[in-house]
Structure formats: C-alpha cells, structure tokens
C-alpha cells in the first residue's frame, strides 16, 4: 500500500475469491478458509506444459486483519474495493461446500490456472449462502462498491441445464 500512496494511487482492488483459493475468512462457513483457502499444489511453467508441483500452499485474511489492511488504507487515503467472485471462479468455495453445485462431486480446490467449469447452482441454499457471504464482506468494506465478478464462466454446466444463478442482491 505504500507504494500506491506514494504513487498517489488511490484506489485498491482486493480480489478475495477464485477457483484457487478463499482468502477471506468468513465465520458463519468456516469450511471456506478450513478448505477453500488451501490448494495441494501449484501449476509451474508454461501453462502448456500443465506440470504442478505438490506443495501444500495457501492462507487467508482473518476478519481482524481485514479490518488492520483497512485502517492502513484509509489512513493513506487509498479505497479498498473487494471482488468476490459469483458464478465462475466458485471451484474453491465448491470444495468446502459441493452441496451448492450442479454436482454432489467432491471437488479440489484448483491448482491450475484459468476457470472450472464447475459453478454455483441456482438453488435456495445457494442464494442464502451468497447473501450471507456477501453481507460478512460489507459489513468490513466501507466503499461504496464491491465488485461482483461472474463475467468467467464455463458454459458448460450452463448446457446441462436451464439452471445458474442470477444475482437477487
């Protein structure tokens, strides 16, 4: 963040979610940070080449080190914005909770790059997860907009099904 303010940057945008990982904590799913923030392995080189390595790898933000990065922040004048992913991007909260997919797979956090093609169904539990997720994270971030990513996503369960989850926020 020093940087950006000497920079005179003044915005931060804080990606928090991903099919590799959970990096925030949020208390009413523990599984998320308990699962979903750690992956057992990382793709290495070439994405071509689809080697990985088998180091355990992973961690997350606690509630009260979000709230220390915030202060930091604000007292350099930088906003925060947090993305939290919605539609694609969901592999790693899949892991922790596989109830909420198209499938009852039990699915890996992701240790390759680019999008799963597994995605959040549209079920009731999926909407009362997502609202409660969502109002952990705007309970801690004060700037007005929190960025709601589900612009990457796989068709492919999309086909299977007249089923996706479309955002009642």
Not at 20 to 42: D, H, M
Not at 61 to 78: D, G, M
Not at 151 to 167: G, N, Q, Y
Request: charged content about 30%; some cysteine; glycine content about 6%.
């Amino acid at each position: 963040m020093n940087y950006l303010a000497a920079y005179k940057y003044n915005k931060f945008h804080w990606h928090l979610t991903d099919d590799q990982g959970c990096i925030i904590e949020i208390k009413k799913y523990p599984k998320l940070t308990e699962v979903g923030a750690w992956r057992n392995g990382s793709q290495v080189g070439a994405y071509s080449d689809m080697k990985f390595d088998d180091k355990k790898y992973g961690g997350f933000y606690t509630q009260e080190q979000i709230k220390e990065v915030l202060a930091y922040a604000a007292k350099l004048h930088i906003d925060v914005i947090t993305e939290i992913e919605i539609l694609g991007h969901a592999q790693a909260a899949l892991a922790a909770y596989p109830n909420l997919g198209f499938t009852d797979e039990k699915l890996e956090v992701w240790k390759t790059r680019g999008v799963s093609e597994d995605i959040f169904c549209s079920k009731e539990e999926t909407f009362q997860f997502l609202q409660d997720v969502m109002d952990e994270v705007i309970a801690h971030f004060s700037y007005v907009n929190v960025h709601i990513r589900d612009d990457e996503v796989s068709k492919k369960r999309l086909k299977e099904t007249s089923f996706a989850v479309i955002l009642r926020f």
